[in-house]
């Protein structure tokens, strides 16, 4: 008994000390200091700002649009399962960590014959002894010292891997609440741009209506007519193309939402303008992108639980140290006698060592090392795509917001043209047709900022995506 309470401290104190078996999960990586595409005169905010940062639009609809997404998308639904599932594995995988205490009972009965040969006689002697009954039962507990940390480090790689599933969830948020954001500023221009191509319709038919009075006059010719003709159908054609890329908007939007497609058109159906806030330019820095995006949390979960898989796939060359215990009672009656009852337990400690596997531990070990290269260049890997996937999105809003600032300026002279021409018309000095010539291009050029003002809108909520906008630690 004394041998075994000083083999169980021994064991206790070999567990306080480090795991020899302990793999490094640090990868290194070059973080820039800063964005090379980024506006210069920028703050630095906190990744709070970017938990909600749809609500920079101000628009209520989105805002909505949003919270239902939230609520029952079905990819969020299978993230939230898989990391449910995780976290039940980690329990599993700390389990045996512990030792184990179970409930055995046993009864049987016996009757032996014996024959013994040799002996005078046809078939030899037969013994039987008498019929005896028995019982046993009791608990036995059985416990795997971890000396080695191989346990703790199987524990360890489940904790990461399960840490992993809930980054894999809030990337699958970072990207839904962008797709629901992207599809809705894109429903709303191609809905503006509707009405303005409606407009130009009626222009362009009212252009032709004076041709055609002008060549009954005599004062154009056929081809004039048919040159007006022919912008007519044309500009007619693109109404089709928007018409049916609003109900694709409508569709997609409804399935994000976890509806069946077009279930969500009469919240949408309705033209509004496109929202005339903005959220404020995301500002973190290269560095910040590391504990911000989801994804990039994810690749180093994989490098800590194949750090710790390595570890523990080294642990198993070393000796395995397991303390068995067990207590109960046994009964046993043998022919008429009485029964006979006693407490019973016992005590045991065994040490186990591998020798001769064919080559399995270290195969595995050279399996869990591969692994341990492999993610940790896919996480360089995601990290350098994080950075180009950053730079991109600040490059398109640059250029959305110039091409904006042009198409403004242009539409302003455009204004102004038609302006000048209605003029001119009004005191005889222009014709009906330098108006509606004035007009269309009023319009087309509208048409233009239209798109201008929704890739603004889009790429400012691809920078939110780009920099893992969308998620906190805070439950919703």
Known sequence: MKAWYSILMLSLALMEGCTPTRVSDRVPLDVPKHWHNAPHAQSVTTPNDLSEWWKGFGDPVLNDLIGQALAANHDLRLAKARVREAKAMTVVAESALYPSLDLFSFGGREK?????????????????????????????????????????????????????????????????????????????????????????????????????????????????????????????????????????????????????????????????????????????????????????????????AAAAGLGAARANLLPKFVLSASGGFGALAVGGFPGLAEGVYALGAGLTAPIFNAGRIKAHITAADAR????????EKTFLLALEDTENAYVAHTAALERRDQLVRAETAAERSHTHTQAFYQRGAADFLSVLDAQRTRLSTSDERTKAETAVRVALVSLYRAFGGGWSDEPR
Do not use: C
Request: proline content about 5%; overall charge negative.
């Open 372 to 379: 341990l290269d492999h993610v940790a260049a896919n996480y």
């Open 112 to 304: 032996r014959i014996d024959r013994i040969v040799g002996v005078p006689g046809p078939q030899g002697i037969e013994l039987i002894t008498p019929t005896a009954n028995l019982i046993t039962g009791g608990l036995a507990a059985r416990w795997e010292i971890d000396m080695f940390g191989s346990r703790h480090l199987e524990a360890e790689a489940a904790i990461a891997q399960s840490a992993g599933t809930e980054e894999a969830y809030r990337a699958v948020q970072v990207g839904l609440l962008a797709q629901v954001a992207t599809n809705y500023l894109e429903l709303r221009g191609i809905q503006r741009r509707t009405d303005i191509l409606l407009e130009n319709i009626e222009v362009q038919r009212e252009r032709l209506r004076v041709l055609q009075a002008f060549y009954k006059a005599g004062l154009v010719n056929d081809m004039d007519v048919a040159r007006q003709e022919t912008l007519l159908h044309s500009t007619m054609g693109t109404l089709p193309v928007l018409t049916s890329t609003a109900k694709n908007l409508i569709h997609r939007l409804s399935v994000l939402l976890g509806h069946i497609p077009a279930s969500v058109e009469k919240q949408v159906t309705h033209s509004m303008p496109l929202p005339v806030t903005l959220p404020n330019l995301p500002t973190l820095l290269p560095s910040s992108v590391l504990d911000q995006r989801p994804d990039l949390r994810l690749a180093h979960t994989e490098v800590t």
